[in-house]
């Protein structure tokens, strides 16, 4: 696309990709993905264009233009609101108003405790008795029973001293990161952590080093330098990676982190429901939770809510309590919700079912891609990863699948790396296999179409 046309096609011309080629809408679509970096979107692409820079919302009119005209192709997924209950089919409603049911792979529901009476049932009798919200931030008066007793219960169940409850998964991590180390401090953190690990320790003020994704012989090397540095270090991997569909090699990150004298978190967000005898996450899948410092996770995915945790030592939860920000200055976690995620912890700990779906139909997805030949690892995660690898077909290629009824988000940079571009396949305890089937018939034929098989 020059550079007039970038300038200015896409930020008055909605309606304009009806006229495009594939090969301009291609190149649409291949500059909305490199927009998606901030940094060179306003570092490079508003100069270029002439955006005013004195202007602070400048940037977010040319933004918009080029969204709309994304949009306007209507092979553009993001930002299509669901319209019925979560599970594993789905009504969805395009840009045009248009609705449409389809099979879900993009939701982290994986146990389908979302949709499940019980922890409706459990709301509304919470519903009665404590009203919607808290009301005020947690060291405020946004604090109630329901609160400390699902806290008490999150620390009995992960083996640990003391939990605290947190708005979002992602500041239940990133908070507690940025509250724990300090410019003398440094944190090392695995290469292909989430966004809420690298931003805690970019906020922590620390020294941030990464080792190469789950290598304990990479993390060694950080681990001897930072003993040779002043401060303390403070070690953070997640229990399951669902981009790259391993779990943490915890048997062996735990004794380095002990060989070091370093401190370990363990974000078990995507292993929660997934992993361990329980559902408890990785730490349990080795039985190594109680040599594990901090466990944090979220409930907003196998538990079917939203918030997020940490359990530890007495002493750390009480001196985060008051030290993050995401607890002091952000309203409380919703009592209402609090109930439900009490109830859906006791489900998922003993309806044994509902993983034993799961599982099944994890082996079952991924087997039917190697059927077809698809070069696919074994997958120890609640998600499938499918690599594709060619970031300039992903927008057009979900479309395809939306329009042949299979809903998959395309996973591109700034997520993964630029050339690394996949769909991960969440999967589902509810799927069926007329689910699963149909899906793989529909990869199986797109795969063919753009020359990935």
């Known amino acids: 696309m020059s550079k007039d046309t970038a300038g200015e096609s896409p930020a008055g011309a909605v309606g304009a990709p009806d006229a495009l080629t594939p090969e301009a809408e291609q190149e649409l679509f291949a500059l909305g993905l490199r927009l998606l970096n901030k940094d060179y979107f306003v570092g490079e692409y508003c100069p270029q264009n002439g955006v005013d820079a004195k202007d602070p919302f400048a940037k977010a009119r040319l933004f918009d233009g080029i969204i709309g005209s994304l949009k306007g192709t209507g092979r553009f997924l993001f930002g299509m609101p669901i319209v019925s ?9 395009d840009h045009e108003g248009r609705r449409r049911e389809l099979t879900m792979f993009a939701s982290n529901d994986y146990l389908g405790l979302s949709a ?3 922890t409706h ?3 509304r009798g919470a519903l009665d008795e404590y009203g919607i919200g ?3 931030s947690r060291v405020n008066v946004g604090y109630s029973g329901i609160h400390r007793a699902l806290e008490a219960k999150l620390a009995d169940r992960w083996g640990k001293q003391a939990a605290l409850l947190f708005p979002t998964g992602f500041d239940a991590v990133s908070s507690t990161i940025a509250a724990l180390a300090g410019p003398n401090d440094r944190v090392i953190i695995d290469a292909s952590s989430h966004a809420c690990i690298i931003d805690g320790a970019r906020r922590s003020g620390a020294t941030v080093r990464l080792f190469k994704h789950n290598d304990p012989e990479r ?3 950080q681990l001897q330098r930072a003993a040779e540095a002043e401060g303390g270090t403070l070690v953070v991997v997640e229990g399951a990676y669902s981009m790259d569909g391993d779990i943490a090699r915890l048997d062996a990150i735990v004794p380095l982190c002990k060989k070091y004298g370093a401190r370990l978190m363990v974000d078990e967000a995507h ?3 997934v992993r361990g005898a329980k559902g408890h996450g990785v730490a349990e899948h080795f039985g190594l939770s109680d040599e594990v410092d901090i466990i944090a996770g979220t409930f907003s995915k196998s538990l079917g809510a939203t918030g997020g945790f940490v359990a530890s030592s007495r002493e750390v939860v ?11 200055f952000s309203a409380a976690f919703p009592p209402i919700l609090a109930r439900a995620v009490s109830r859906a912890i006791d489900i998922m700990e003993e309806d044994e079912a509902l993983r034993g779906r799961l599982w099944d139909n994890i082996r079952y997805f991924a087997d039917g891609f190697r059927k077809m030949g698809v070069d696919m690892p074994e997958v120890q995660v609640g998600a499938v990863p499918l690599r594709i690898h060619r970031d300039e077909i992903m927008v057009t290629f979900a479309g395809d699948l939306f329009d042949a009824g299979v809903f998959a988000y395309p996973v591109v940079y700034p997520t993964v790396p630029l050339g690394k571009s996949m769909f991960r396949l969440a999967m589902q305890s509810g799927h069926t296999r007329a689910h699963l089937d149909h899906a793989l018939e529909v990869f199986r034929g797109l795969l063919g179409k753009y020359g990935v098989l």
Do not use: C, F, Q
């Open 271 to 273: 292993a929660i429901g």
């Open 134 to 136: 808290a009301g005020s």
């Open 121 to 123: 049932e459990a709301i």
């Open 85 to 93: 209950k979560p599970g594993p089919r789905v009504t969805v409603e």
């Open 318 to 328: 009480t001196y985060l309590n008051y030290l993050s920000t995401r607890i002091v």
């Open 219 to 221: 993390l060694e090397m």
């Open 116 to 118: 499940d009476p019980r």
